[in-house]
């Protein structure tokens, strides 16, 4: 799975700025939305948090979950991630995870009620899910979704990720998506 552009400091591959600004974005939307939140506005129509959600994929989640604190702390990283300086590994995995979700959400709802799927079919599919995420997945990708593990699309993109960067599933979840504590966030 490609989703890095350039090499960074220490010989690693680095996000490409356009992603590392989504990613930037993503975080100043969510911030926004929790303190709007926070002081009592209204909350936004649906139309916000679904293209909040076909964008990025995991980001409601984010919301409800992340503590603000973290929400803010990543922006901080994302910009001087933007300005040169070092990338954190959580965010080469959130990029990817928003991409590979978005795939597999596309191919999902292409196979859902179908019973049989040839290669070249599934094949053709990946080919479309890739130009739609943004990111390269294959056939075999496409047979996956049509039964992903314990039919969670989470423990598949998860899987992947964890493959593509060397981490266990359950670090990058923890990572991308910690919980929120009783406390507080």
């Known amino acids: 799975m490609a989703v890095t552009s350039a090499a960074s400091p220490d010989g690693g591959e680095r996000l490409s700025p356009e992603a ?13 939305l929790r303190r709007a939140r926070s002081a009592g506005e209204p909350i936004p129509g649906r139309e916000v948090f679904r293209a909040l959600a076909g964008e990025f994929p995991g980001a409601l989640n984010e919301l409800d979950n992340l503590p603000f604190d973290e929400i803010e702390r990543r922006r901080e990283a994302l910009a001087r991630a933007l300005a040169g300086g070092p990338e954190e590994r959580w965010m080469a995995w959130i990029h990817g995870y928003h991409a590979l979700m978005r795939a597999a959400l596309y191919v999902k709802i292409r196979v859902a009620r179908r019973e049989e799927l040839s290669g070249p079919e599934a094949a053709a599919l990946a080919e479309r899910a890739a130009r739609h995420a943004g990111t390269p997945v294959d056939a075999a990708f496409v047979f996956a979704v049509k039964a992903p593990p314990d039919g969670r699309l989470n423990r598949l993109v998860l899987g ?3 493959a593509a960067f060397g981490a266990s599933p359950a670090e990058i979840r923890g990572t991308i998506f910690p919980r929120r504590s009783a406390q507080g966030g």
């Open 160 to 162: 992947h990720l964890a």
């Open 20 to 32: 590392l600004s989504r990613l930037d974005r993503k975080y100043r939307t969510l911030a926004e």
